[in-house]
């Protein structure tokens, strides 16, 4: 089991007053500030937004499963995403998804055991006339094919 | 800076223009929309400030001219030079680029071509700027390359040629006269009625007339009203509101005021998909800087006018783009569309009369009023006016966005524009309309495009993704790909999609691993029949149109995969095997290189030959071999 990071309970309050006005609107934009602080949805935290702003856990859970950029599981120091919009299809985006399959040993939406890389994929990220691309991090990788992307991931750590 | 009068835009627009178009030192535009960083423009731009801050050079940013295949763009311009554009610039090269201008020359090896006019089409009152700095001296115009000498621009009008960061030089383009003239000199039924006039209809893909949703929306009773713009492009394969709302935000913001001041709405939402985090900053930026203008807020233009935008982003969920889901998304619920007999103009965000459009056709608003209905009403066919925003990718050459008039036909578009296919493959189906379309085929090549004439050839507009198939292609693929996509992203509240999507991905997911059996073609229509007469929505409604129309034309791949268990294009695995072709094979050893799995043998300059057992068929060979030496059987 992968140990869980800290939830800054202090952080999270002036979060949920301060930027979004203890608004349950905006839920899901909190929910999002949360999943990029701590590259997933902690329960701690989720429970936290649910006394905070008076939701059912159940609603929060329901948002957090429904939307599909939000994690319940810890993810990797370096999140893989592959493109799998049409563009990136007909252009062998699904033949860079087998082989980083098989050379990281696990199934997209997995991560790895040492936390170096989580792999996802994605279906369009508008650069369809650049594909089929693969972006880590923040990085977008254009024009790639699975030799390239299998080298690239070297870089990261 | 607060602009109250229609001579404060005048002016910033006399004092940019010189600027924009005439710059007094050495110049750079560089394509910096996600497509453009993408291919490197980033570092071009880092790389360029870095050696030429202190040369006097302005170095500056555009969004992407369209082009996206030979990005990084960067158009480069001396002063009273013409204005040259480069392709597929890099941090390597742009030194020598500007010096090259420095010096008075150019680097015609990297030259895509010159432009000749750089006004919108909003500008015709004013001189073509660049008339006497154009050069004779060979390089082709932009307006003469195939890829552009067919196209119109007007919901694209300013994307690539001003900083999209720049409220100044969208004034400069003739910026916010439209809701300057909507306000002051138009009553908001004038407003409505052009667009009624002008013909604009949706330009996500559902095409209901604009001016009529607008003018039920006013009259719905209410105390609120609320104007959302839908900038949540979820179909695959197409960008098109990304690349103006990267390159262009004010359009969208200025459409918005326009249409909010017509319904009689003082609360707008800009719902933005999560996946494009670029395009949410250029808004951020582009609503400050309204807001710090008087042309957002309160009193907008000195009119007595009201009316604010908010962002929301969505969070990765491709039913958000269907509007009752999207306006519950803007709730923070789950976003779950609901009957369509409710609607959104009487009844949307918070149970209020909403309004909403896409991005393309907010962008439109202000070329409309601005140009007259009639002028619009004059572009396109009969039913279908204006110009739609395409974005041409696959295996086509010049992949890219193109703007053309209604009509134009899908042979112009992919061999004309688009410049045919890849690698002088054959040219086998083009995908239009995103999940809920279908695959067009050779044989209607010569359709017009417009609403009606796709829909009745089983595909659809939808929001203008063209996404063209070659000989390598794989129908029945194509449809189990679509399928499992809207298997994913069906919010599971109506059991016909639920359950329906998921027994078809089933058996197309069968039929490409060689299981398909006698009868599935039939079943398959058959639940395709029921799905798409008992969805709640249009997710469901039209889910099975990819389906559909790779079994009206293209049936024979279907049979193939069942009855022969042969995928001809090489893509279901389970159907296929590669073998080199000793006819062609000459040994030049570069798939004995690239295989990952080493299932190739042969010495150099004999014939090889593959490892049946070693294969993952990963298509690797297949790509490399530069003499159609690898078959597929």
Known sequence: MVEQPEVDFRALDDLIVERFAEDKENLIMILQAINKEYNHLPRPALNYVSTKLDLPLSQIYGIATFYSMFSLEPRGRNIITICLGTACHVRGGERIKERLESNLGIAAGATTQDMRFTLETVRCIGCCSLGPVVTVNDKVYARTDSEETVKVLEEYK | ?633
């Open chain 2, 1 to 633: 800076m607060r602009i109250t009068t229609k001579n404060d835009l005048q002016k910033i627009r006399a004092e940019v223009q010189s600027s924009l178009y005439v710059p007094s030192t050495l110049k750079l535009n560089i394509g910096m929309a996600s497509c453009g960083i993408a291919a490197g423009a980033k570092e071009v731009y880092d790389k360029a400030h870095e050696i030429f801050d202190e040369q006097n050079v302005l170095v500056a940013r555009t969004g992407c001219l369209g082009l996206c295949e030979e990005e990084p763009l960067v158009d480069i311009q001396a002063p009273g030079k013409p204005r040259i554009v480069y392709r597929r610039v890099s941090q390597d090269n742009i030194a020598e680029l500007v010096e090259a201008h420095q010096k008075a020359e150019y680097l015609e090896k990297y030259v895509l071509g010159q432009m000749k006019d750089p006004r919108s089409v909003l500008e015709d009152d004013i001189e073509n700027p660049l008339s006497a700095a154009f050069s004779t001296n060979g390089i082709p115009t932009l307006e003469e390359i195939p890829f552009y000498d067919k196209q119109l621009k007007i919901a694209l009008r300013n994307c690539g040629y001003i900083d999209p960061e720049s409220i100044e030089e969208y004034i400069g383009r003739s910026g916010y006269l439209s809701l300057f003239q909507a306000l002051h000199e138009m009553e908001p039924e004038e407003i409505i009625e052009a667009i009624k006039i002008s013909g604009l209809r949706g330009r996500g893909g559902g095409g209901f007339p604009t001016g009529i949703k607008w003018a039920s929306c006013r009259k719905a009773h209410g105390e609120k009203r609320y104007v959302i713009c839908n900038a949540d492009e979820g179909d695959p394969g197409a960008y098109m509101d990304r690349s103006v709302l990267e390159g262009d935000p004010h359009s969208i913001l200025e459409g918005m005021v326009i249409g909010a001041y017509a319904i009689g709405s003082h609360e707008g939402f800009i719902y933005v998909r999560n996946e494009y985090p670029l395009a949410v900053v250029r808004l951020v930026e582009a609503i400050k800087q309204a807001e710090s203008c008087g042309l957002l807020g309160n009193d907008i233009l000195g009119s007595g006018f009201n009316f604010t935008i908010t962002i929301s982003t969505g969070a990765g969920a491709f039913v958000c783009g269907e509007s009752t889901a999207l306006m519950r998304s803007l709730e923070g619920k789950v976003g779950r569309p609901r009957a369509k007999y409710i609607h959104t103009v009487e009844k949307g965000y918070h149970d209020s009369p909403s309004t909403l459009n896409n991005v393309e056709t907010w962008a439109n608003v202000p070329a409309i009023i601005e140009k007259g209905a009639a002028w619009y009403a004059s572009l396109g066919t009969e039913k279908s006016k204006g110009t739609k925003v395409f974005s041409l990718v696959g295996k086509v050459k010049n992949t890219g966005l193109v703007e053309v008039p209604m009509g134009t036909s899908l042979r112009t578009i992919i061999f004309d524009i688009g410049g045919g296919i890849l690698k002088k493959k054959e040219f086998k189906a083009v995908q239009t309309g995103g999940p809920s379309g279908g695959c067009v085929p050779t044989a209607l090549l010569d359709l017009p495009v417009d609403y009606e004439r796709l829909t009745q050839a089983g595909s659809m507009m939808g929001s203008g993704g063209m996404i063209v198939m070659d000989q390598d292609t794989c129908m029945v693929d194509v449809a189990r790909y679509f399928l499992e996509f809207l298997q994913e992203e069906s919010c599971g509240q109506c059991v016909p999609c639920r359950e329906g999507i998921k027994r078809l991905l089933q058996i197309l997911t069968d039929i490409c691993a060689g299981k398909g059996e006698d009868g599935d073609i039939e079943l398959l229509e058959n639940i395709s029949d029921t799905v798409v007469k008992l969805s709640l929505c249009a997710l469901g409604g039209t889910a099975p149109n990819p389906i559909l129309t790779t079994l009206a034309y293209f049936r024979d791949e279907y049979e193939t995969h069942i009855y022969d268990k042969k995928c001809h294009s090489g893509v279901c695995k389970e159907l296929f095997y590669y073998e080199i072709d000793e006819e062609n094979c000459n040994g030049c050893h570069v798939c004995f290189r690239k295989c990952p799995q080493d299932a190739i043998s042969g010495e150099k300059k004999e014939l090889h030959t593959i490892d049946q057992e070693l294969c993952s068929k990963c298509s690797i060979c297949y790509e490399a071999c530069k003499f159609d030496a690898i078959a597929i059987k």
